[in-house]
């Protein structure tokens, strides 16, 4: 897959593995979580440069989750941008 540079920064490979512990690697729902991992999250606009539609559900399956938090971080645009946090279990 080309990386479109709109998107932001592709995800790290830290992202990546923990992207993996919540989605079947390789698959949409992995790359979409792992950019949701970035430091700065991602908006639907972004997810919209890669793959020409918003991918919503699996982060709202993931809202409910034990494994992370989901926050909306500020963006000073109109757009949401959504972060995700693993939870550390002790």
Same mark, same amino acid.
């Given at each position: 897959?080309?990386?479109?540079?709109?998107?932001?920064?592709?995800?790290?490979?830290?992202?990546?593995?923990?992207?993996?512990?919540?989605?079947?690697?390789? @698959?949409?729902?992995?790359?979409?979580?792992?950019?949701?991992?970035?430091?700065?999250?991602?908006?639907?606009?972004? $997810?919209?440069?890669?793959?020409?539609?918003?991918?919503?559900?699996?982060?709202?399956?993931?809202?409910? @989750?034990?494994? $992370?938090? $989901?926050?909306?971080?500020?963006?000073?645009?109109? @757009?949401?941008?959504?972060?995700?946090?693993?939870?550390?279990?002790?």
């Amino acid at each position: 897959m080309q990386w479109n540079h709109g998107a932001g920064k592709p995800p790290s490979q830290k992202a990546l593995r923990e992207a993996a512990n919540l989605a079947a690697l390789g @698959s949409k729902t992995h790359l979409v979580i792992a950019m949701a991992l970035r430091p700065n999250g991602l908006t639907q606009q972004e $997810v919209i440069m890669l793959f020409g539609h918003p991918y919503r559900n699996k982060l709202r399956q993931l809202a409910g @989750s034990p494994k $992370v938090e $989901v926050v909306m971080l500020p963006d000073g645009t109109r @757009s949401k941008r959504i972060k995700l946090i693993p939870k550390t279990h002790d």
